[in-house]
């Protein structure tokens, strides 16, 4: 009410040619200022509007996207973290298993020794039974040669003339019988 008053006032001031208070031109002011800021507001109401709208989507689109990365190294963090906590059991396993791995390789090359040293002592029997067939044989060659040159001697230095005659005599007529 004070203010139509003023109002009211401010206007008979005009009409009568006088000048206005100041109160009354901080009216205007703030009336400009009101139709300015309403019609901005209708202006740029749809525009801001869609402007925070759109930055609020992007907001929510950056808060789903960090949360779902969240989630995603929350769910990497718990994996790693079981096998962290399988890594004990794990690393038993590859040693219990390197370690059968390593007795059965041990076990092969035992076996495999032991084929080994079976034919090589087949395999030297072998050589030593026909070194020794080849032994005899060559003893025997030269205990028949022996034989026959101790015979010769023998022969050579026992066999007289006549002896030598009558073996040729022998021979010649053992050789005429055969040919009749």
């Given at each position: 009410?004070?203010?139509s008053l003023?109002?009211?006032?401010?206007?008979?001031?005009?009409?009568?040619?006088?000048?206005?208070?100041?109160?009354?031109?901080?009216?205007?002011?703030v009336v400009?200022?009101?139709?300015?800021?309403?019609?901005?507001?209708?202006?740029?109401?749809?525009?801001?509007?869609?402007?925070?709208?759109?930055?609020?989507?992007?907001?929510?689109?950056?808060?789903?996207?960090?949360?779902?990365?969240?989630?995603?190294?929350?769910?990497?963090?718990?994996?790693?973290?079981?096998?962290?906590?399988?890594?004990?059991?794990?690393?038993?396993?590859?040693?219990?298993?390197?370690?059968?791995?390593?007795?059965?390789?041990?076990?092969?090359?035992?076996?495999?020794?032991?084929?080994?040293?079976?034919?090589?002592?087949?395999?030297?029997?072998?050589?030593?039974?026909?070194?020794?067939?080849?032994?005899?044989?060559?003893?025997?060659?030269?205990?028949?040669?022996?034989?026959?040159?101790?015979?010769?001697?023998?022969?050579?230095?026992?066999?007289?003339?006549?002896?030598?005659?009558?073996?040729?005599?022998?021979?010649?007529?053992?050789?005429?019988?055969?040919?009749?």
């Amino acid at each position: 009410m004070r203010m139509s008053l003023e109002l009211n006032s401010a206007i008979v001031l005009l009409a009568e040619g006088g000048a206005l208070p100041v109160a009354l031109s901080d009216v205007a002011r703030v009336v400009n200022l009101f139709l300015f800021v309403l019609l901005m507001y209708f202006l740029l109401r749809k525009p801001i509007g869609e402007a925070f709208r759109v930055r609020q989507e992007g907001i929510r689109r950056d808060l789903m996207r960090a949360q779902e990365e969240r989630d995603a190294a929350l769910a990497k963090l718990e994996e790693v973290q079981g096998r962290l906590s399988n890594l004990d059991a794990e690393v038993a396993a590859i040693r219990a298993q390197a370690e059968r791995e390593a007795r059965e390789e041990g076990e092969r090359i035992a076996r495999s020794t032991e084929d080994d040293i079976r034919k090589l002592r087949e395999q030297s029997r072998r050589e030593i039974e026909s070194a020794g067939k080849a032994a005899r044989a060559e003893l025997r060659a030269y205990t028949a040669e022996q034989s026959v040159r101790l015979a010769e001697d023998i022969i050579r230095r026992e066999m007289r003339p006549e002896d030598d005659a009558r073996l040729v005599k022998e021979y010649v007529e053992e050789l005429g019988g055969v040919g009749r």
